[in-house]
């Protein structure tokens, strides 16, 4: 699980957990799949930045990358983005497909009869409410607990550049 916040409006920081997908093909581009009916998505229309708070507990490392964010849609006009989005809708589980049939997350409860079943039909593409996230990393924030030390990297180059990364160790 990794966090992901954003900067609001309000200059207040918003949290969401979500489930690392993975990364895109030759590149550190970080995706996450989560529901286009969530706040989340018109936050980010808003504001695209946002920022991941990664712990691993086993290694005592921390790493904070922060950037701008794609949101993927079905509306999204670039093919090579709608391939992706079904690249991702196909490689996910089935359970995790039907949430997107689910009722519309953050909104009450109306009735406390059971949902109705929902099926999906495997062989078809991603349904509406699917949407994939992709955080471009600009500057991370790596934090090593164990040996106390911390390093930061920062981003340069255009966004039709290659990424050129740079390096400088801080105090922790």
């Known amino acids: 699980m990794i966090s992901l916040s954003l900067s609001l409006k309000e200059i207040k920081v918003d949290d969401f957990v979500g489930t690392l997908r993975g990364f895109q093909e030759d590149s550190d581009k970080i995706q996450i799949n989560t529901d286009g009916r969530s706040r989340k998505i ?3 229309k808003h504001c695209p930045f946002a920022e991941i708070c990664w712990y ?26 709608l391939q992706q989005r079904e690249k991702s809708w196909a ?49 991370v924030d790596y934090l090593n607990l ?6 930061t990297f920062a981003s340069t180059g255009s966004p039709n550049e290659e990424k050129c990364w740079t390096s400088e160790r801080v105090n922790p």
């Open 42 to 44: 018109e936050e980010l």
């Open 56 to 81: 691993f507990t086993d290694s005592w490392e921390q790493f904070r990358i922060n950037g701008t964010v794609d949101i993927i849609d079905g509306s999204n006009p670039d093919p090579i983005k």
């Open 91 to 139: 490689s996910s589980s089935l359970k995790s497909r039907l949430q997107y049939l689910g009722p519309q997350p953050g909104l009450p409860i109306l009735s406390e009869e059971p949902p109705k079943e929902v099926s999906v039909d495997p062989s078809t593409g991603p349904v509406g409410a699917f949407c994939v996230l992709v955080l471009d990393p600009q500057q």
């Open 146 to 151: 164990k040996s106390n030390q911390r390093l």
